[in-house]
DNA sequence: CGGAACATGTAACCTGTTACATGATTTC
DNA sequence: GAAATCATGTAACAGGTTACATGTTCCG
């Protein structure tokens, strides 16, 4: 429903090729909507054949050979389209507060080394997001287009602000901190 | 991967009918892992075929039937090792943070009216979660059980709250408040 | 008896995941 | 010329969504 989308967004940002695309969709892209190469090469097919982005003329065989594509106007129109659009918020569907709920019936063996591995993955990931921000969004940059890409910046270091929060008082009421939880 | 594990912990804090599930995944469990009948009644089939649970006794014909279920000592063991295995934090894939950037290309068009609604939305989860914890997690219940569904719900409570306030900000700072943005 | 609400299911489809296949280019 | 890396793809499967089908019970 929404990678197609989350493609022209990328590709009217900067034609690319699959590869290239799959490279951002590791990075700045993939942050708030990930995919695998696999996916990518599926969805730009189709997008190609649907008439809303093409590749750039190049000869020869398809296999091992780049492969740069670029929006058409009936990509761009259904785009807009897309984004004008209401939608609404998808609910939440988190493994891990399925597994505590869980852990309150059958026992929390295993559950707090688990979130302590969590707990320095969103640090890391959080420390990333600030220095993004610091990088790309220092004070002053103030059209629309950047205000609403430091607005889904904030989006991302805010819910990681959450998890690490949250992680540390759920040890610290569990009464299983172990030995870092407050570094 | 996790739909079977939110059905055993469902059934083992109280046996269920298929109908009776899917409400209560309307409800408490659906907060955070959201489930639709069909799945439900796939699943359960499944989990019956494989043992995990079984079917209290009922003569006649499926249709129309109520048809109780309960765990079988290989679906506590079974759940009981996915609590215990360690997982990976889920990678973030919100379609509303890809609209905004998506919207940072094409045009802001539409964009701050369904904001407003999510907010909306979002500021009656809260109100509907602070309700239930007053009801359920009054000061003093402290078993680990009680602690660990307290846990879950915090975070409930702690994420609406995050979608409040960015979106309050998000809204503010586009310079499209509306006409309630500070109620 | 007829309609509403209860209750269980089937089928088709779409999206995402995992494993593998194949050719081209670079580097030693 | 062998190995590593770049680059594009295929196939099979798992999970989630949407639309529909069918029988039962309750109530006026």
Redesign the interface.
């Known amino acids: ?2 990678l197609p ?2 493609i ?2 990328a590709l ?2 900067k034609p690319s090729s699959g590869l290239e695309l799959t490279r951002r969709f590791d990075r700045s ?6 995919a695998t190469h696999q996916q990518i090469y599926r969805e730009l097919g189709k997008l190609e054949r649907d008439g809303l982005i093409r590749a750039l003329p190049a000869q020869g065989p398809a296999r091992g050979q780049k492969k740069q594509y670029e929006v058409l106007p009936r990509g ?1 129109s259904e ?2 389209r ?30 707090a ?2 979130l302590h ?2 707990l320095a ?2 640090r890391e990931n959080l420390a990333n997001y600030r220095e993004i921000e610091e990088r790309d969004f220092p004070p002053g940059k103030d059209a ?9 910046l ?3 270091i ?2 990681e602000t ?2 690490v ?2 992680l540390e ?2 040890l610290r ?2 009464g299983l901190p172990g030995q870092d939880d407050t570094p």
């Open positions: 429903m929404s989308h989350a022209l967004t009217l940002e892209i993939g942050y708030f909507w990930s761009r785009l807009a897309w984004t004008a659009a209401p939608q609404d918020p998808r609910p939440l569907r988190d493994p891990l507060l399925l597994r505590l709920r869980s852990a309150a019936v059958v026992g929390t063996d295993g559950v080394e688990d591995r969590h993955l969103h629309t287009p950047d205000r609403l890409r430091h607005a889904v904030r989006a991302g805010d819910l959450f998890w929060g949250w008082d759920t009421r569990l």
